[in-house]
């Protein structure tokens, strides 16, 4: 038979496969193994969202609607961007999509031609590059800065004339590092000075501790120029709903919207009444959370201190990030065979030397997952 796809032969397998399946083969082996590479809340959905979706289903909106999400959702975003991010956004320019990764994914599809590349700064979540190969595009990869996690002038070095997009995620998974303002005028004036666009994935925007938030698409000039990718899974615990959305200039939206009507057609119908319950509904679920995460943040955070462990400063989401000495793998490996705690190699990230570790779990299993990393250490 002749070989598969070419493009998707080149996706390199995820380098936390390995890790990940021999932390399940203990598991499944009886050995109590706390799993600190989870990358999604510890809390069930708010109910006030679920009882959205169930009175959603009991009404029979379990049909095909409109493609770029249901009006009542796409009125609720681009009202919280304008609000919240100070973004000026109509609901013709967003598009709801099976989660931020979908949005992600059509929002590189929209934007690169074969071989245009898109600059990814490092450590990077482990889908950006798949989504900029699987749209035909090629990654290139450049580090943030060592110490401040902040993005430098170095990296214009990587800017040339194939470049067409940037992509920034702050608060950032796999650091919890927040972009300050000069990081997000620096790209602002790369993309403005050299016709590019980016994908700001802010995700992670409601989990932030200390700091403020800043949205890259309220920066003058960058309006047309920036693709504000955000959804509903860490902000209220809505994993598997598979909700996201991106909002972006009416063109843009539009080529999305052509990818997405070719391949989902839409998100679920009755999940994004869940949606508008979010947005529309009570916020004090996400303090809660955020609350929660803030404690357990600090109490990591001064763990590894303890432990003699440098990390990056982290402001948000739920990961610690945490320099070792030596292969992160094989580090990783260590703590899960001798201290039965899985965490996530920073290879994973394409930042060798590091490891994440997710507080996504209760106080209880963190503290005796500190004390089992103590000793393997
Ligand atoms: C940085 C980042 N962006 C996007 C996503 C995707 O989120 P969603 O569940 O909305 O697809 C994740 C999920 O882990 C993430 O960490």
Known sequence: MRPLSAK??????????EITEKARKMQAAGTDVISLSIGEPDFPTPAHITKACIDALNRGETHYTAGKGIPELLNAIAGKIVQENKIPCTPDQVIVGCGAKNSIYEACEAVLSPGDEAVILDPSWVSYEPCVQIAGGVPVHHPMHPKTFQVD??????????TRMLI????SNPSGVILNNESLRL????????????ISDEIYEKLIYRKTHISIGAFPGMEDRTITVNGFSKAYAMTGWRLGYAVASKEIIGYMNKVQ???IS????FAMYGGVAALKGPQECIEEMRFEFEKRCSYVLKSMEEMGL?????DGAFYAYVKVDGNDAEVATHWLEKGHVAVTPGSAFHHPGWIRISYAASMDRLKEAMNRISAAL
């Open 187 to 198: 790209i602002s004036d790369i993309c403005q000075d050299h016709d590019l666009i980016v």
């Open 8 to 17: 998707i032969a080149a996706i390199a397998p995820s380098a936390t496969i």
């Open 266 to 269: 839409h998100p679920t119908t």
């Open 310 to 314: 440098s990390y990056a400063p982290a």
């Open 168 to 171: 920034i995620n702050s608060p």
């Open 153 to 162: 002038d170095t990296v214009l070095e990587k800017i040339s004339e194939k």
């Open 261 to 263: 009507q070719h391949t």
